[in-house]
């Protein structure tokens, strides 16, 4: 088993889950709005006196637990749905664990 975890814009969520619906080889699919920065320069703030100079932007996490014969599906599907072709189109983590509990 193996679980994917990709970061990716708000507005995209819905087509990567429709690439990912009615896979029966997705065992697990959690989704979380969260904050943060990356190479999107154009939208960090520079630094002015007390402010740490950065803006978070909103981004979703989605994870999915898979087995690993389906992992390069799974992460292809994800990509499919949420790729814009821009930066800040998000990232997509693999992670190999011994056990799920």
């Known amino acids: 088993m193996v679980?994917?975890?990709?970061?990716?814009r708000p507005y995209r969520l819905k087509d990567a889950l429709s690439q990912l619906?009615?896979?029966q080889w997705v065992?697990?699919?959690h989704v979380q709005e969260v904050r943060g920065y990356g190479m999107q320069k154009e939208h960090l703030e520079d630094y002015?006196?007390?402010?740490?100079?950065?803006?978070?932007?909103p981004k979703i996490?989605?994870?999915?637990?898979v087995e690993d014969l389906f992992a390069k599906l799974a992460?292809?599907?994800i990509a499919k749905g949420?790729?814009?072709g821009r930066m800040g189109d998000g990232k997509i983590f693999l992670i190999r664990e011994?056990?799920?509990v």
């Not at 996490?61 to 637990?65: F, S, V």
């Open 98 to 100: 011994a056990a799920v």
């Open 21 to 23: 619906r009615d896979r």
């Open 3 to 8: 679980r994917i975890v990709a970061i990716l």
């Open 61 to 65: 996490r989605l994870e999915i637990l």
């Open 27 to 29: 065992q697990h699919i």
């Open 75 to 77: 992460m292809e599907a």
């Open 82 to 84: 949420a790729r814009t």
């Open 48 to 57: 002015s006196g007390d402010d740490v100079g950065m803006e978070f932007l």
